[in-house]
């Protein structure tokens, strides 16, 4: 009898062991099944957003040339290249003071989003050594020209964020020394990657300092900066030379 007993009792924990093992197979199937549903759901939720982001920030980005106050100077020689970056806080402090929460679409995606920006590229500059102005630098050398494929606009998007910034600094300067677009937003950003740049502001002083103490290509080399831009300059080589 007691035997009997022992035997129904393996019986029962045998059976025990498969339910188990069943219900917990069902379980983790059926969990892995609603996992790629789920992930599947929020890509193409992300997906949307960042089209109606692009949709309402770049609908309409070309520049005209017409709309410049300085016009073009298509006679001007290229002796140099001037790379301007621009520290992000304060171009953004200066448009929201002057527009409030009504930013103009081209500053929508460097100020009005939660991304933070520090230095960014504003343009590399073709320039000419005799200049006396602004005008005597080349300009708008190959005229008004239709927008950049946006496409092409999106993989600079990081160091340059406003497509209207990039399409205009295109016509206005990359367009007297780069045969596309591209080549010309390509050889900024790769001068903008070689560099080591601060993630605060500083006074003029220190910037360059810290510049210098970080970049060993710029050590010897005479800079620039405004209130809120620094300047580098590059020989026709893109070896790095004082600035004019």
């Known amino acids: 009898m007691k035997q009997k007993q022992q035997k129904q009792l393996v019986q029962l924990i045998i059976v025990t062991i498969g339910l188990l093992i069943y219900f917990a197979i069902n379980w983790f199937s059926s969990d892995v099944q609603h996992q790629p549903t789920a992930t599947k759901q929020a890509q193409k939720q992300n997906n949307n957003n960042v089209k109606v ?9 070309d520049f005209i040339m017409s709309n410049d106050p300085i016009g073009p100077n298509k006679n001007a020689k290229t002796d140099y290249y001037m790379l301007a970056l621009s ?17 103009p679409q081209s500053a929508l995606m460097q100020c009005g989003t939660q991304q933070k920006y520090g ?17 005597d630098h080349p300009r708008f050398c190959q005229g008004d020209l239709p927008a950049v494929d946006y496409a092409i ?3 600079y998007l990081t160091e340059s964020p406003s497509p209207n910034l990039l399409q205009g600094e295109w016509e206005k300067h990359g367009a007297c020394a780069f045969k596309s677009a591209e ?12 560099l080591v740049l601060p993630t605060e502001q500083m006074n003029k002083k220190d910037l360059f300092r810290w ?9 010897n ?8 831009e620094l300047f580098i300059c590059y020989d026709l080589n893109w070896q790095v030379i004082d600035c004019k």
Request: hydrophobic residues 30%; aromatic residues 14%.
């Open 53 to 61: 982001n692009q949709s309402a920030v770049n609908s309409d980005y």
């Open 153 to 155: 606009i999106q993989n």
């Open 87 to 103: 520290w992000s806080p304060a171009f953004c402090n200066n448009q929201q003071e002057k527009y409030g929460k009504n930013l």
């Open 221 to 228: 080399a005479y800079l620039a900066a405004s209130r809120s």
């Open 183 to 194: 080549k010309y937003f390509k050889k900024q950003q790769d001068l903008y990657r070689s």
């Open 119 to 135: 230095w960014v590229i504003h343009g590399l500059w073709p320039q000419n050594a005799n200049a006396q102005s602004t005008t």
């Open 211 to 219: 510049i210098k103490q970080h970049n060993t290509q710029l050590k």
